[in-house]
T-cell receptor, first 112, second 110 residues
Framework: DTGVSQDPRHKITKRGQNVTFRCDPI?????LYWYRQTLGQGPEFLTY????????KSRLLSDRFSAERPKGSFSTLEIQRTEQGDSAMYLC??????????FGPGTRLTVL | QQPVQSPQAVILREGEDAVINCSSS?????VHWYRQKHGEAPVFLMI?????EQKGHDKISASFNEKKQQSSLYLTASQLSYSGTYFC???????????FGAGTILRVKS
């Protein structure tokens, strides 16, 4: 069991650029979740997949955010036209069906 | 709606006990507790399910009052390694997203 992995761990970008993050879940887990965490706050739900199907997307998520899980394994989260307010830690978690969610180390995004 | 955690922060000496509370305004299916150290991922501690089932590990216990939609995490004989931020994540039905509280910062001093 290698755990949830995320890449990159850190990303610095200029405002207006697009960024893409990758998450590799625990191998037998069919559910994958994306959360965003800002300093001093708990993780905030963004979206989740069961296999390749995106089952829910937060209403707080603007159209600049998109996520995919094309083969039901790894997932990508893309942010287009980044803004300074997008600076945060982006966390991925996976679970087997709806059981315990295990988190990855996160990708810290800084938008200059 | 975000669950409310209390206290916001607590400082303990090694060996002391602490209780962290989590309260929701919604009917819950489960409450999940995580600990996060600075710059690291949240680490799962315990899950409490509606109906009283409790799953977890380590020397940490918790309770879930379904009538009040409140959960409490009990840390006994605290160790330095217990330091971190504790989050409760609430779930309104099985397999749904977790809605996290703002966290409780715990610092254990020697």
């Amino acid at each position: 069991d290698t755990g949830v992995s995320q890449d990159p761990r850190h990303k610095i970008t200029k405002r207006g650029q697009n960024v893409t993050f990758r998450c590799d879940p625990i191998s037998e887990h069919n559910r994958l979740y994306w959360y965003r965490q800002t300093l001093g706050q708990g993780p905030e739900f963004l979206t989740y997949f069961q296999n390749e199907a995106q089952l829910e997307k937060s209403r707080l998520l603007s159209d600049r955010f998109s996520a995919e899980r094309p083969k039901g394994s790894f997932s990508t989260l893309e942010i287009q036209r980044t803004e300074q307010g997008d600076s945060a830690m982006y966390l991925c978690a996976s679970s087997f069906r709806g059981d315990t969610q295990y988190f990855g180390p996160g990708t810290r995004l800084t938008v200059l | 709606q975000q669950p409310v955690q209390s206290p916001q922060a607590v400082i303990l000496r090694e060996g002391e006990d602490a209780v962290i509370n989590c309260s929701s305004s919604k009917a819950l299916y489960s409450v999940h507790w995580y600990r996060q150290k600075h710059g690291e991922a949240p680490v799962f501690l315990m899950i409490l399910l509606k109906g009283g089932e409790q799953k977890g590990h380590d020397k940490i216990s918790a309770s879930f009052n379904e009538k009040k939609q409140q959960s409490s995490l009990y840390l006994t004989a605290s160790q330095l390694s217990y330091s971190g931020t504790y989050f409760c994540g609430t779930e309104i039905r099985y397999g749904n997203k977790l809605v996290f509280g703002a966290g409780t910062i715990l610092r254990v001093k020697s």
